[in-house]
C-alpha cells in the first residue's frame, strides 16, 4: 500500500454498518488491502479531486462508519452516508482548518491531514470507531496525498525538462543554417528549397507539442534533417554516417532523446575543430532491448566532466545530456539511462539502452 501503512479494521464493528465486510472482521484480509489500494489510488488526485467521494466511500467501509466526510482547504466537504442531525459539521470543519488540531463532538471526530508538515485537509468521521483505527485511516489518507504530490512534482519536472530541451536551438545554429539557405537562392535554388524544408521540419519537431513518446524512426527522421542542415552550413568538414535496423524503427522511446544527443555531437565534438570530423549514429536490436549510439571523434572530453555533465552540474549548454539521462530512468527505471564514453582527445560516444516493449510506453 503506498505510504507503507495498512489501515487496521476495528474488533467491533457497528451493527449500523451496511457493508459486508464487518462480518468477516480479519479473517479475509483481502477485501480490506483491496478498498484500502482504491483508497489510496483514489486520494492521489488530491481532496479537491474527482475521485474524492469514492475515496470517502472507502474509508466508511474500511471504518464500518455511519458517515465519512472529507474536505479541502477551502473547507469544501464531500460527505457519504449520513452525519448527525445535532452536529454542526461545518463548524467543526473550520475549527480544525484554523487550528491543526483534532475536534470531537458526540460521535463525530475530524482530524486534520498533514502533508510535508503543512495542513492538506480535513477527515470527519461519524460513528463508533476506535481513534486508533481513525488515526491509521487518517495516516493513509497523508500518504497517498503525499504520494499524489510527489507524482504531480515529478510529471512537472519531467515537463519542464522538455521544455528546456525544446528551448535549446542554438540561435548560432539557427543564423548559420539561414544564412546558408539565403546564400543559395540565386545560384542553387533547389537546393535551397530543399533545406528550407528540412529548417521547418527541424523547428516544427523541435518546438511543436507532441506527446510524451515517439518512435525511432520519428527521432532519426529528425536526426537526418538536423545533419543535412549541418552538412550544409560546415560543408565537408561534417562527415555523417546514419544506420539503423528496420526492426527498432517502431520502438517507443521518450520525445526528443536522441536529437539532443547528436546535436552535442556536433556542437561540442565536431564545430571548432578545424579540420572536422564524423557523427556516427547507430540503432539496432540485442534481445529485447534497442542499442542506440551517437558517436563522433571530435575532441573529447574528461571522463569526469561528462560524469558532472550527467549529474547536471556542468555548462548550462550541455544541460541536454543530464535531462535526457533523467527522463530515460524516470521512464524505464534506474538501470537504464545514458552511458558516456570519452576521453581527451578520443572522441565521444554516447549510449542509449532501452526495452523495445515497455507497458504504458506508446507513441
Known amino acids: 500500500m503506498p505510504g507503507g501503512r495498512t489501515a487496521s479494521v476495528p474488533a467491533r464493528i ?3 454498518s451496511r457493508w459486508p465486510l464487518r462480518s468477516r472482521g480479519l479473517r479475509d484480509p483481502g477485501p480490506v488491502l483491496e478498498t484500502t489500494r482504491h483508497v489510496a489510488e483514489d486520494l492521489a488526485d488530491g481532496l479537491s479531486g474527482p475521485r474524492v467521494r469514492s475515496a470517502a466511500r472507502g474509508i466508511r467501509r474500511l471504518l464500518a462508519a455511519d458517515a465519512v466526510g472529507l474536505s479541502d482547504l477551502s473547507g469544501h466537504l464531500v460527505v457519504v452516508g449520513t452525519m448527525p442531525s445535532d452536529v454542526d459539521v461545518a463548524a467543526m470543519i473550520d475549527e480544525v482548518l484554523h487550528t491543526e488540531n483534532q475536534c470531537r463532538r458526540a460521535e463525530v471526530v475530524a482530524l486534520p491531514l498533514i502533508v510535508h508538515d503543512e495542513l492538506a485537509g480535513v477527515l470527519a468521521v461519524a460513528g463508533t470507531a476506535r481513534m486508533a483505527a481513525l488515526r491509521e485511516v487518517a495516516g493513509l489518507g497523508e500518504a497517498a496525498l503525499e504520494r499524489g504530490r510527489l507524482e504531480a512534482s515529478a510529471e512537472e519536472a519531467a515537463a519542464a525538462e522538455l521544455r528546456a530541451l525544446r528551448a535549446e536551438i542554438s540561435p548560432h545554429f539557427v543564423y548559420n543554417a539561414l544564412t546558408v ?3 543559395l537562392v540565386r545560384p542553387d535554388p533547389d537546393r535551397s528549397r530543399e533545406l528550407m524544408l528540412d529548417f521547418a521540419d527541424y523547428i516544427r519537431y523541435s518546438l511543436a507539442r507532441h506527446g510524451e513518446y515517439t518512435t525511432v524512426a520519428d527521432e532519426f527522421h529528425a536526426i537526418e534533417t538536423y545533419l543535412a542542415l549541418q552538412r550544409a552550413v560546415l560543408g565537408e568538414r561534417l562527415r555523417v554516417q546514419v544506420r539503423v535496423a528496420p526492426e527498432v524503427l517502431p520502438v517507443a522511446i521518450p520525445y526528443l532523446v536522441l536529437q539532443p544527443l547528436v546535436e552535442n555531437a556536433v556542437r561540442h565534438g565536431i564545430e571548432h575543430r578545424p579540420e572536422g570530423g564524423t557523427v556516427t549514429v547507430l540503432g539496432e536490436a540485442e534481445g529485447t532491448d534497442c542499442v542506440i549510439s551517437v558517436e563522433d571523434d571530435g575532441v573529447g572530453m ?5 560524469e558532472r555533465l550527467l549529474a547536471g552540474a556542468g555548462e548550462s549548454e550541455s544541460v541536454g ?27 565521444t560516444r554516447v549510449i542509449v539502452r532501452v526495452p523495445r516493449f515497455q507497458p504504458g510506453v506508446m507513441p
Open 321 to 347: 545530456l543530464a535531462n535526457v539521462d533523467r527522463r530515460l530512468r524516470n521512464v524505464y527505471g534506474p538501470w537504464f539511462g545514458l552511458v558516456v564514453e570519452t576521453g581527451k582527445g578520443e572522441g
Open 181 to 183: 539557405i539565403a546564400g
Open 302 to 306: 574528461d571522463p569526469g566532466k561528462a
Open 14 to 16: 457497528s451493527s449500523r
